[in-house]
């Protein structure tokens, strides 16, 4: 299965606190802790929760602490941001306030915030509030008033999983105007846990919920150039899509596996992936069936030469096109027995659509790399929970028996923003007996001899093949790739 590590600096307790907490309803975010997928995240979370008309799905009232029905919604701020939303190739600017603090007054708490220079101030911004972690306001009516919003008073319900809250603003004029805040609750009991919710954990430090302005693209002819325009901004939207991809169709488990760590294996030396690799290296790899981790150190920097960037020959990307093409119509046919979502196909559509919009080619054939990798491992892995149904199930679907086979064994490494956040490292379980499955010839005979030959070890059913872990590293000196050989069992045998 693959991986993509995002590994996000100062998040470690925010993260660690999703992992054992979240309901997969969406993102959580942590105020100034934030990653560089934090604002795409907060778009994508509300693009996917608005239907057609415009109103909340039921399922993301919660999400956005909604408190009118669906139907409703449509009128509320969900309704200035619909349009742009579903719009063919449409999206939102943003503006990201910087020197967010929270104050705890009499009553209830206070948000203070300067948003930056922009023409798109002279517009009327939706304001979302991203909370670090969905807080304990269950069953809570929470009460904004400022002078920037309209109408200057405006409410939100929380409920379990509720992350974002929208709430409608007022045009500015075009200058920076800062924003005061003021949120209260009529329930004394559950107050203190508002003033946590927005003030954070401790005094001085991020505080708990991250402010964004949001603005319908292109209403504005005196604006800055739009958030998303810029290469770094596409390559940044590009990787940011492809994480919730992955997210989407790991498959749900009850339990964690156990935490591994993944720079404790042996490894290959790292080889330079980019507009220097040889075309054999490529070649390899675009053909390569290998499960593939991403691991992308510091990425969000922004910086020009950090970008990835491939340089393949017309033959080359032509193979490359025709093994993405394959890999996602193969995905499509799996879809029909493992049920993937139509919103995994929609973050699909999304990503070749970023792929191809990347501002040069060099970018543009990295990017669509990585998206081969992702299809190539997911379709694997699909697939392969489709042969250990079919290997459980045994010939003409009788119950299979305890013979040598192969068996799924999921892990998770030791390391934060993985995603999808476990690999499926297989494993070899069952009985060594006559007939042995794929034996040697010493099997055969130690097999003979234990019978007869009592406390003489009987072979053992272990792996006799493996695949190795293909390990994409993106850091500040380039992007690199390093071979963990023999993580992924293949094929068992009796030894």
Same mark, same amino acid.
């Given at each position: 299965?693959?991986l993509?590590?995002?590994f996000?600096?100062?998040l ?8 054992s907490?979240?309901?997969g ?7 100034e802790r934030?990653?560089p997928c934090f604002?795409?995240?907060a778009?994508a979370a509300? @693009? ?6 415009g109103?909340l799905s039921n %399922?993301?009232? &919660? ?6 029905a669906?139907?409703?919604?449509? =009128? ?11 719009r063919?190739?449409? =999206?939102l600017?943003v503006?990201?306030?910087?020197a967010?603090? &929270?104050?705890?007054e009499? $009553? ?5 915030f ?9 517009l009327?911004?939706?304001l979302l509030?991203a909370?670090? !972690?969905?807080?304990?306001l269950g069953?809570?009516?929470?009460t904004?008033? /400022?002078?920037?919003l ?5 409410s ?5 999983g509720?992350v974002f809250?929208?709430?409608? $603003?007022g045009?500015s004029?075009?200058?920076p105007l ?6 209260e ?8 846990n ?7 954990? /401790? ?7 991250a402010?964004?302005l ?5 209403t /504005? ?8 325009s810029?290469s770094?901004?596409?390559h940044t939207?590009f990787?940011?899509?492809?994480? !919730?991809f992955?997210?989407g169709v790991?498959? !749900? @488990?009850?339990?964690r596996? *156990?935490?591994l760590r993944?720079?404790?294996v ?5 080889l330079?992936?980019?507009?220097s690799?040889?075309e ?7 053909n390569s069936s290998?499960?593939?981790v991403f691991?992308?150190?510091?990425? /969000?920097?922004g910086?020009?030469d ?6 393949l ?8 096109q ?8 193969l995905?499509?046919?799996?879809a029909?027995?493992?049920?993937? %979502?139509p919103r ?5 559509e999304?990503l070749?659509?970023l ?9 543009h054939?990295f990017?669509?790399?990585?998206l081969?990798k992702?299809l190539q491992?997911?379709a694997q892995?699909?697939d392969? !929970?489709? @042969?250990?149904?079919s290997?459980? &199930?045994?010939?003409?679907g009788?119950p ?5 086979r192969l068996r ?7 390391k934060?923003?993985l995603?999808p956040?476990s690999?499926?490292i297989n494993?070899? @379980? ?5 007939p042995?499955?794929? =034996?040697?010839?010493?099997?055969v005979?130690?097999?003979s001899h234990?019978?007869?030959?009592? $406390?003489?070890?009987? *072979?053992?059913?272990v792996p006799?093949a493996y695949?190795?872990l293909?390990?994409?590293d ?6 690199f ?6 993580m ?6 009796c030894?």
């Amino acid at each position: 299965m693959l991986l993509l590590l995002l590994f996000w600096t100062r998040l470690a307790a925010a993260q660690q606190d999703r992992h054992s907490s979240s309901t997969g309803t969406g993102p959580v975010l942590s105020g100034e802790r934030v990653g560089p997928c934090f604002e795409e995240d907060a778009v994508a979370a509300l @693009r996917e929760a608005l239907q057609p008309d415009g109103a909340l799905s039921n %399922s993301s009232l &919660a999400l956005f602490g909604a408190c009118t029905a669906p139907e409703r919604s449509s =009128g509320s701020a969900f309704s200035l941001l619909s349009e742009e939303l579903r719009r063919p190739g449409g =999206g939102l600017d943003v503006l990201r306030p910087a020197a967010v603090s &929270a104050a705890q007054e009499q $009553g209830g708490v206070t948000l203070t915030f300067d948003p930056p220079s922009s023409p798109l101030l002279e517009l009327k911004p939706v304001l979302l509030l991203a909370f670090g !972690r969905p807080p304990a306001l269950g069953g809570l009516e929470v009460t904004f008033s /400022s002078r920037s919003l309209q109408p200057q008073t405006q409410s939100a319900c929380f409920s379990e999983g509720t992350v974002f809250v929208l709430l409608v $603003g007022g045009a500015s004029g075009g200058s920076p105007l800062r924003w005061r805040l003021s949120a209260e609750s009529k329930s004394t009991e559950l107050n203190q846990n508002l003033v946590d919710a927005l003030v954070g954990e /401790s005094p001085g430090g991020p505080v708990g919920v991250a402010p964004l302005l949001l603005f319908p693209a292109g209403t /504005s002819n005196s604006r800055l150039p739009p958030s998303g325009s810029s290469s770094s901004a596409v390559h940044t939207s590009f990787l940011c899509e492809l994480r !919730r991809f992955l997210e989407g169709v790991e498959p !749900r @488990r009850h339990s964690r596996p *156990p935490l591994l760590r993944l720079d404790s294996v042996q490894s290959l030396p790292p080889l330079p992936l980019g507009r220097s690799s040889s075309e054999v290296l490529l070649a390899a790899l675009i053909n390569s069936s290998a499960p593939t981790v991403f691991y992308f150190n510091n990425w /969000s920097s922004g910086s020009q030469d950090r970008r990835g960037a491939l340089r393949l020959s017309p033959a080359l990307w032509a193979e490359l096109q025709l093994r993405l093409e394959q890999n996602q119509m193969l995905i499509l046919d799996l879809a029909e027995e493992d049920g993937v %979502s139509p919103r995994t196909r929609a973050r699909l559509e999304r990503l070749k659509d970023l792929s191809a919009s990347q501002q040069t080619e060099a970018e543009h054939h990295f990017c669509s790399f990585l998206l081969l990798k992702a299809l190539q491992t997911v379709a694997q892995a699909h697939d392969l !929970r489709r @042969r250990l149904r079919s290997a459980r &199930a045994g010939p003409e679907g009788s119950p299979a028996d305890g013979a040598c086979r192969l068996r799924s064994l999921t892990v998770s490494f030791e390391k934060l923003f993985l995603s999808p956040q476990s690999a499926n490292i297989n494993n070899c @379980r069952g009985a060594c007996s006559f007939p042995l499955t794929n =034996g040697n010839n010493h099997a055969v005979l130690l097999t003979s001899h234990a019978e007869s030959a009592a $406390g003489e070890r009987a *072979p053992c059913c272990v792996p006799v093949a493996y695949d190795p872990l293909e390990v994409v590293d993106w850091n500040d000196e380039g992007s690199f790739l390093s071979i963990k050989p023999d993580m992924i069992a293949r094929e068992c045998g009796c030894r």
